[in-house]
T-cell receptor
Framework: GEDVEQSLFLSVREGDSSVINCTYT??????LYWYKQEPGAGLQLLTY?????DMKQDQRLTVLLNKKDKHLSLRIADTQTGDSAIYFC??????????FGPGTRLSVLP | DAGVIQSPRHEVTEMGQEVTLRCKPI?????LFWYRQTMMRGLELLIY????????DSGMPEDRFSAKMPNASFSTLKIQPSEPRDSAVYFC????????????FGPGTRLLVL
């Protein structure tokens, strides 16, 4: 079955760049997503990328997709304390359902 | 738009009691999803509806769980009888339609079964 994997924790210093990585197994994935979950809240869509794209940039966010290696990354430039949250990678599988990774907890240190 | 609305936000109950979680999707959205989030298992899709019809309930853990969507603006997830291992945060999400459309999540219901 489909599987989406992420490292569980990441710590960075305020002002540095954060890179959150994700790998997936379903080669038929058409869209890949990054969601952010702040404490006590639901998931919020940050950005998504179509599988025929290599990169997508949106302000401080850069998404890189290596379809050959089934690797997705989210780079947050100039990380701020407000970026501290759990970041979920998700793929849209062949059955048109979302498969979420376990989430990466990003801690931003002052 | 108010977004996806869930109630209650918190629920504490005793083992064996019936629990009903409620969700109001965003108006105009035709797909509704119920998820469960725990530390051990992460985010799990329990069931989803398209146009009020349950499409895939393979994620529902067992017969104690049931979900209904009597109309386009309301859905319930019921656990009867509840058990301590059901303690989790339950999220409802909706989208315009199933598939590529972005899912919008509600704030979740934090359930604690004692």
């Amino acid at each position: 079955g489909e599987d989406v994997e992420q490292s569980l924790f990441l710590s960075v210093r305020e002002g540095d760049s954060s890179v959150i990585n994700c790998t997936y197994t379903d080669s038929s994935s058409t869209y890949l997503y990054w969601y952010k979950q702040e404490p006590g809240a639901g998931l919020q869509l940050l950005t998504y990328i179509f599988s025929n794209m290599d990169m997508k940039q949106d302000q401080r966010l850069t998404v890189l997709l290596n379809k050959k290696d089934k690797h997705l990354s989210l780079r947050i430039a100039d990380t701020q304390t407000g970026d501290s949250a759990i970041y979920f990678c998700a793929e849209l599988n062949y059955g048109q359902n979302f498969v979420f990774g376990p989430g990466t907890r990003l801690s931003v240190l002052p | 738009d108010a977004g996806v609305i869930q109630s209650p936000r918190h629920e504490v109950t005793e083992m064996g009691q019936e629990v009903t979680l409620r969700c109001k999707p965003i108006s105009g959205h035709n797909s509704l999803f119920w998820y469960r989030q725990t530390m051990m298992r992460g985010l799990e899709l329990l069931i989803y509806f398209n146009n009020n019809v349950p499409i895939d309930d393979s994620g529902m853990p067992e017969d104690r769980f049931s979900a209904k969507m009597p109309n386009a603006s309301f859905s319930t997830l019921k656990i009867q009888p509840s058990e301590p291992r059901d303690s989790a945060v339950y999220f409802c999400a909706s989208s315009v339609r199933q598939g590529i459309e972005t899912q919008y999540f509600g704030p979740g219901t934090r359930l604690l079964v004692l």
